[in-house]
């Protein structure tokens, strides 16, 4: 399989080039103008950010690379999928109003948001693959109908895949809310009452009535109702709520590396990831606890599994940020030059996502870096 190129640059800026220049130099560089623009319904797919966390992509970024899309006759539309967990993301009302809050409005960016998934998630194609675990997946409508694709990645760690990067924010960011569920459906978390302090967060947290305490004020599951979308996994702060042994961190990759499959196939696309506040969780989350390493810069490539696999190994690279999760958890332990996602979340495996992803040919692994 041939090399990818993956473009960089660094945060160094000076008065004649600031960040945005060097986003706009960078995607130029990368190729982004090679694809025909022309009248094409141009998604951008990218994670508005729960209220309350702050590690998300700066709209000033997106202002930028939508002006330049424009330029080149472009449709451009920011979009998302509605989340199955309980938040402020989880119905197009709330969706819109949270993107809104967070910067991403007409005042700020030249373009109109449309929530991939419609009103309440149900909006989808299903686009057949045949793919080893998901044959059909379901993707929101807006996405399924745009011409091409364009993904702007906010590059941090995620409780279940390890992180999230291209993949992640493509594969399940894209599908609906049925979507989600087939993605999560081999998902059974358990408690082990052992770790479990009765503190609650996930009784509250749970958007389907499906956890409650028992007479011992200890965490119970009701599976009749879970539908194993993991926020207790992500929330429990105790160790408690835990991936039960009939799901693996492994086979949520594969089944997201078969959503981007259905997402890309037969579209030109294309990817950019900020290595910058690289938060241990999630953007879903209504917070985001310190980084874990420095913010390193941005990068960009046609290829998303090229792209994730180099944003992987600037991270591995990088030192560990004293007073973050990771050096907390590690103290003896600069982490510099070790799989720091692993470090965080024992469970998970990001590796066995972009192996798939390369095996059904979305990209390669294989890649040039080229520093701009």
Same mark, same amino acid.
């Given at each position: 399989?041939?090399?990818?190129?993956v473009?960089?640059t660094?945060?160094?800026?000076?008065?004649?080039?600031?960040? +945005?220049?060097?986003?706009?130099r +960078? !995607?130029?560089?990368?190729?982004?103008?090679?694809?025909?623009?022309? /009248?094409?319904?141009?998604?951008?797919?990218? &994670?508005?950010g729960?209220?309350? #966390?702050?590690?998300?992509?700066?709209?000033?970024?997106?202002?930028?690379?939508?002006?330049?899309?424009?330029?080149?006759g472009?449709?451009?539309?920011?979009?998302?999928?509605?989340t199955?967990?309980?938040?402020?993301?989880?119905?197009?009302?709330?969706?819109?109003?949270?993107?809104m809050?967070?910067?991403? /409005?007409?005042?700020?960016?030249?373009? %109109?948001?449309?929530?991939?998934?419609?009103?309440?998630g149900?909006?989808?194609?299903?686009i057949t693959?045949?793919?080893?675990?998901?044959?059909?997946?379901?993707?929101?409508?807006? @996405?399924?109908?745009?011409?091409?694709?364009?993904?702007? %990645?906010?590059?941090?760690?995620?409780?279940?895949?390890?992180?999230g990067g291209?993949?992640?924010?493509?594969g399940?960011?894209?599908?609906?809310?049925?979507?989600?569920?087939?993605?999560?459906?081999?998902?059974?978390? !358990?408690?082990n009452?052992k770790?479990?302090?009765g503190?609650?967060?996930?009784v509250k947290?749970?958007?389907h009535n499906a956890? *409650?305490?028992?007479q011992?004020?200890?965490?119970?599951? #009701?599976?009749?109702?879970?539908?194993?979308?993991?926020?207790?996994?992500?929330?429990?702060q105790?160790?408690?709520?835990?991936?039960?042994?009939?799901?693996?961190?492994?086979?949520?990759?594969?089944?997201?590396?078969?959503?981007?499959?259905a997402v890309?196939?037969?579209k030109p696309?294309? &990817?950019?990831?900020?290595?910058?506040?690289?938060?241990?969780?999630?953007?879903?989350?209504?917070?985001n606890?310190?980084?874990?390493?420095?913010?390193?810069?941005?990068a960009?490539?046609?290829?998303?599994? =090229?792209l994730?696999?180099?944003?992987?190994?600037?991270?591995t690279?990088?030192?560990a940020?004293?007073?973050?999760? +990771?050096?907390?958890n590690?103290?003896?332990?600069? =982490?510099?030059?070790?799989d720091?996602?692993?470090?965080?979340h024992?469970?998970?495996s990001?590796q066995?996502?972009?192996? *798939?992803?390369?095996? @059904?040919?979305?990209?390669?692994?294989?890649?040039?870096?080229?520093? @701009?």
């Amino acid at each position: 399989m041939e090399t990818s190129k993956v473009y960089f640059t660094n945060l160094r800026t000076t008065p004649a080039s600031n960040l +945005l220049d060097k986003l706009e130099r +960078l !995607v130029k560089r990368a190729g982004i103008t090679t694809i025909n623009f022309k /009248n094409q319904f141009t998604a951008i797919k990218i &994670h508005f950010g729960e209220p309350g #966390n702050l590690a998300y992509i700066r709209p000033n970024y997106v202002a930028r690379l939508v002006n330049l899309l424009q330029n080149q006759g472009a449709k451009p539309f920011l979009t998302d999928s509605n989340t199955l967990y309980s938040g402020k993301r989880s119905n197009a009302v709330d969706h819109l109003h949270s993107a809104m809050q967070n910067g991403f /409005n007409p005042i700020a960016i030249p373009c %109109n948001i449309i929530i991939a998934d419609g009103l309440k998630g149900t909006d989808h194609k299903e686009i057949t693959i045949n793919g080893q675990y998901c044959k059909a997946p379901k993707i929101g409508t807006a @996405i399924a109908s745009a011409d091409i694709i364009i993904s702007m %990645n906010h590059f941090k760690g995620h409780e279940q895949a390890g992180f999230g990067g291209a993949l992640k924010n493509l594969g399940m960011g894209s599908a609906s809310i049925a979507g989600k569920l087939e993605l999560h459906s081999a998902s059974s978390p !358990v408690i082990n009452r052992k770790h479990c302090t009765g503190c609650q967060i996930c009784v509250k947290s749970c958007a389907h009535n499906a956890i *409650h305490l028992d007479q011992q004020k200890i965490a119970t599951i #009701n599976y009749n109702k879970c539908v194993g979308c993991g926020q207790c996994v992500a929330l429990c702060q105790y160790s408690a709520a835990i991936l039960g042994e009939d799901d693996t961190s492994e086979r949520l990759n594969y089944k997201i590396a078969e959503y981007t499959q259905a997402v890309l196939t037969g579209k030109p696309h294309f &990817h950019i990831s900020f290595i910058m506040n690289v938060s241990p969780e999630c953007d879903c989350w209504n917070h985001n606890d310190a980084p874990i390493i420095p913010d390193l810069g941005i990068a960009a490539s046609h290829d998303p599994v =090229a792209l994730d696999q180099a944003c992987a190994d600037l991270a591995t690279q990088a030192p560990a940020l004293p007073g973050s999760k +990771l050096t907390e958890n590690h103290p003896h332990d600069p =982490a510099c030059g070790k799989d720091k996602f692993k470090l965080i979340h024992p469970g998970t495996s990001w590796q066995s996502g972009l192996e *798939h992803a390369e095996k @059904i040919g979305i990209g390669t692994r294989k890649y040039e870096l080229i520093t @701009i």
